[in-house]
């Protein structure tokens, strides 16, 4: 066992569900960020019956109150955070040609891809200054990544929507000015790609199960070398900006 910490956004379901839950078998105590309270207590009932040592943390990422009580709560508790996984994302309408995607819905997809996972790391950044070899991993996509889509050789070349890919596209650039700056303090900030994962997200039509996806972001959170900051990766491999 540890006494490492980790908030997980997003976390009463899918990948960022499976993430906690495989990072809760490795010992590590889990801070389960959910904005819905009876969702978020009946995954929380879920993990700790497996053994995980779960508390769920009431977070809603696209509200600054609630960001604000989540972080409180987290000081009072522990007085320090060691590992925050961005995991909370939207997909935004799909599928949609970007000369028809409303500038509304974009908006919206960049509140909760791009500037939430700012706050969140702005936020938790004083908790995570006082974190054991404290890390951040940005859940990003391959969709994001511009080697990928504009390599008409590539899979993800296919996929045009304007509103998920550039929010992930931004969310790579976040991932890389943190990076940057948190270097002095000791903190590695990643991005990770969990892949094309069957999940509510896109009516379970990927190809990965949620077990590979968050294999590949609890590799970054704790495994990877500490030294390893500002890339982008899915599972072991680095991918392209
Ligand atoms: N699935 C894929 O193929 C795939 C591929 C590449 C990248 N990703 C990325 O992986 C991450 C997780 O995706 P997923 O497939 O697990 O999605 P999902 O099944 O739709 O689950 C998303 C989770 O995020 C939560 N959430 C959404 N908005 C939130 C907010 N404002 N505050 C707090 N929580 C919020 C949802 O909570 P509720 O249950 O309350 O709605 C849910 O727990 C996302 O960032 C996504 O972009 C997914």
Redesign the pocket.
């Known amino acids: 066992m540890t006494d490492r910490t980790v908030l997980i956004?997003?976390?009463?379901?899918?990948?960022?569900?499976e993430t906690a839950r495989q990072l809760g078998r490795e010992g590590l105590r889990i801070w389960l960020?959910?904005?819905?309270a009876e969702?978020g207590e009946a995954a929380a009932h879920r993990l700790a019956a497996e053994g995980v040592d779960v508390r769920m943390l009431l977070?809603?990422?696209?509200?600054d109150p609630s960001v604000r009580s989540a972080v409180a709560r987290v000081e009072d508790e522990d007085g320090r955070l060691d590992l925050l996984i961005n995991?909370?994302?939207?997909?935004g309408m799909q599928p949609i040609l970007p000369s028809a995607q409303p500038l509304d819905d974009i908006r919206t997809v960049y509140e909760?891809?791009v500037f939430?996972q700012i706050r969140m790391t702005q936020a938790f950044l004083p908790l995570l200054k006082e974190g054991l070899d404290a890390r951040v991993v940005m859940?990003?996509?391959?969709?994001g990544s511009l080697g990928w889509l504009s390599d008409p050789a590539n899979p993800h070349h296919a996929v045009n929507i304007l509103g998920?890919n550039s929010s992930?596209t931004a969310l790579n650039a976040v991932t890389l000015a943190f990076a940057k700056e948190l270097a002095a303090f000791g903190i590695a900030v990643n991005a990770a790609?969990?892949?094309?994962?069957?999940?509510?997200?896109?009516g379970h039509s990927?190809y990965?199960t949620?077990e590979q996806?968050a294999a590949g972001i609890a590799w970054l959170a704790t495994r990877a070398p500490g030294a390893l900051t500002g890339r982008f990766y899915f599972e072991q491999q680095e991918v392209p900006w």
């Open positions: 956004t997003g976390a009463n379901k899918s990948i960022g569900y960020g959910c904005r819905d969702r977070l809603d990422v696209t509200r995991n909370a994302g939207i997909p909760t891809n939430a859940v990003s996509s391959g969709l998920y992930k790609d969990p892949g094309y994962t069957a999940t509510d997200f896109n990927g990965r949620v996806a």
